[in-house]
């Protein structure tokens, strides 16, 4: 059973940094792209970054650009969010996701197993 297991969020003040990590189990994390997602109150989720499953092609959001890294470490099965400069209109709560195969999509549609989710949150 797939299983992913999000950790690393908190409060932080705006130019803070948080880097979040995702656990992965129950399936062969290094066959699959991977993704993160954010969901903010009253707003729909939205797909902050996405990576293939070689961490050869990577995607992010124009709104976290130069902001965000998204990376894995296929050996710990662990995905991993590197979030820098951060500012309020990040805060929600933050979810990986397992893509249908190796190369990821940009459709939420396409990533059917989600974590619980870590809240990060940006106030000053």
């Known amino acids: 059973q797939d299983r992913l297991v999000e950790s690393g969020g908190g409060l932080v003040q705006p130019g803070g940094s948080l880097r979040l990590s995702c656990a992965a189990s129950?399936?062969?994390?290094?066959?699959?792209?991977m993704g993160w997602f954010r969901r903010a109150p009253g707003k729909a989720s939205e797909l902050v970054a996405a990576i293939t499953s070689n961490a050869d092609n990577s995607y992010y959001t124009d709104s976290v650009k130069g902001r965000f890294t998204i990376a894995r470490d296929n050996d710990l099965n662990t995905l991993y969010l590197e979030m820098k400069d951060l500012k309020p209109e990040d805060k929600a709560l933050y979810s990986c996701a397992k893509g249908r195969g190796p190369l990821f999509s940009l459709a939420p549609h396409s990533y059917p197993g989600w974590g619980q989710g870590t809240q990060v949150t940006v106030t000053s």
């Open positions: 129950g399936f062969n994390f290094d066959l699959y792209s």
